[in-house]
């Protein structure tokens, strides 16, 4: 993930000694102002990345409803998610007085970049450098309107219809367009008596915490916790008063020995690659949180080698490409 991040600083770089890009106002759709742009408005949903800006000294905001308009330069550093994307490339045209600059990884979307962008009707040049690509254009009031309206759109939180249900959710978070299969055969094989005060560790948009609240009427609370905002905005909203939807990074938060119960599909990705390390601290950080005698209840990748991070961590029920695992706090 560093690594990434500093092959997009050094492209964005080299880019930038290509084409004469304004200095004025700038906005930076996800990624680091480069030092030469600093301090400068920036977008990120990410609890970490926000905060970390925001300590070197930019303007954050986390909802895109925030973003102000009227900038001399806009810089998008592309995530994954292709409709996001396209999104993020409209909201850039939209509030650009001009310039936009795009960047991302030739194998997670660079090679598409520049035709993404010519897309929209405007006159794009690109460059290569250090693993990404590089697209840009000076013409950003260019650009097709009706286009632009309509892509950014998919910034927006969409209700859908998943499993019989209406959901609030919007592409860019953890599977936004369908239920995990993962997570469904964890709420089909919980224990039926689960009450008191329960945790959603990495929530998405809700739906454990949203079969809990639903199958378990002895539930009180339920706490549920994502690092990104527009996931917990969903959370929020498919969810009824028992839960309580929390934005933070789970990594840091100081947690108590509260719950009788805790769920979690936990994340196992950080970037691109695969990141054991963030799954297990998920569950360290859940054992921590545990009552004497309270519960974890989880799902994971069967490859994903979790049982010995906490005591007692055992089988439950296989599944697919998943398997459960539970365990239970001294008491
Ligand atoms: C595998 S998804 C599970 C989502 C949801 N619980 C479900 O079952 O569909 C893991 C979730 O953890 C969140 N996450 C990743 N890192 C996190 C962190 N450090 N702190 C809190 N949440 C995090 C992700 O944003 C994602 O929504």
Redesign the pocket.
């Known amino acids: 993930m560093v690594f990434n991040r500093r092959m997009i600083a050094i492209a964005l770089a080299y880019a930038l000694e290509q084409t004469a890009a304004p200095r004025g106002r700038t906005l930076w759709l996800y990624g680091e102002p480069l030092p030469d742009y600093a301090p400068a408005d920036v977008y990120h949903p990410?609890?970490?990345f926000a905060e970390a800006l925001q300590k070197k000294g930019h303007r954050v905001v986390s909802d895109v409803a925030e973003i102000g308009r009227d900038y001399d330069a806009v810089f998008v550093t592309c995530p994954q998610q292709h409709e996001e994307v396209e999104g993020l490339l409209a909201l850039a045209l939209d509030r650009s007085r001009g310039f936009v600059m795009a960047v991302a990884p030739n194998d997670a979307g660079g090679t598409r970049l520049r035709g993404m962008l010519e897309a929209f009707g405007v006159p794009v040049e690109s460059v290569g450098k250090s693993h990404c690509r590089v697209a840009w254009t000076g013409a950003a009031p260019e650009a097709d309107r009706q286009k632009v309206e309509a892509a950014q759109l998919h910034l927006a939180l969409r209700p859908l219809v998943l499993g019989g249900r209406e959901w609030w959710t919007v592409p860019g978070?953890?599977?936004w367009d369908q239920?995990?299969p993962?997570?469904r055969l964890?709420m089909d094989h919980l224990p039926d008596d689960i009450s008191g005060r329960v945790a959603?560790?990495?929530?998405?948009?809700?739906?454990?915490s949203a079969r809990l609240a639903r199958d378990h009427q002895g539930i009180r609370q339920i706490d549920a916790?994502?690092?990104?905002q527009r996931?917990v905005t969903c959370c929020a909203r498919n969810n009824g008063e028992k839960v309580n939807a929390v934005w933070?990074?789970?990594?840091s938060?100081k947690v108590e020995a509260i719950y009788n119960t805790v769920v979690?599909?936990?994340?196992?990705h950080s970037g691109k690659g695969t990141d054991l390390g963030?799954g297990q601290l998920?569950i360290q950080k859940a054992w921590e949180s545990l009552r004497p005698r309270g519960r974890l209840f989880l799902v994971a990748n069967q490859h994903l080698a979790y049982e010995k991070v906490v005591p007692g961590l055992t089988l439950v029920k296989l599944g697919g490409a998943y398997k459960i695992l539970t365990t239970r706090a001294e008491g």
């Open positions: 990410r609890k970490n978070i953890f599977g239920l995990d993962g997570s964890l959603d560790f990495g929530c998405g948009f809700g739906y454990l916790f994502d690092i990104d996931a933070d990074d789970l990594r938060r979690m599909n936990p994340p196992f963030l998920f």
